[in-house]
Nanobody, 115 residues
Framework: VQLVESGGGLVQAGGSLRLSCAAS????????MGWYRQAPGKQREFVAA????????NYADSVKGRFTISRDNAKNTMYLQMNSLKPEDTAVYYC?????????WGQGTQVTVSS
């Protein structure tokens, strides 16, 4: 499975961005996909996830009500709509895909929120 993120950039506080993660390869083996982020000097943390079957979603408390995860199975693409962005959302955002045997990561996309 290969994952490619896009959509990062610089935005002012209160603004919005939409991240995309395009999956290729053995996409039929993916059970769930998610977004993680890593700020400078901090550990990578969970942001949101969505299952492949029934589309159940899960969010970190810090982004609930502001971020929305979704997927387009026909395009093998996952999205993260980020609204009401805060400076503390600044991080490299990584796409993750889980299969029965292992997880896969994208290369990351930078999101910078200015105050």
């Amino acid at each position: 499975v290969q994952l490619v993120e896009s959509g990062g950039g610089l935005v002012q506080a209160g603004g919005s961005l939409r991240l995309s993660c395009a999956a290729s390869g053995s996409t039929f083996s993916i059970n769930a996909m998610g977004w993680y982020r890593q700020a400078p000097g901090k550990q990578r943390e969970f942001v949101a996830a969505i299952t492949s079957g029934d589309g159940r979603t899960n969010y970190a408390d810090s982004v609930k009500g502001r971020f929305t995860i979704s997927r387009d199975n026909a395009k093998n693409t996952m999205y993260l709509q980020m609204n009401s962005l805060k400076p503390e959302d600044t991080a490299v955002y990584y796409c993750n895909a889980q299969t029965w045997s292992r997880g896969y990561w994208g290369q990351g996309t930078q999101v910078t929120v200015s105050s």
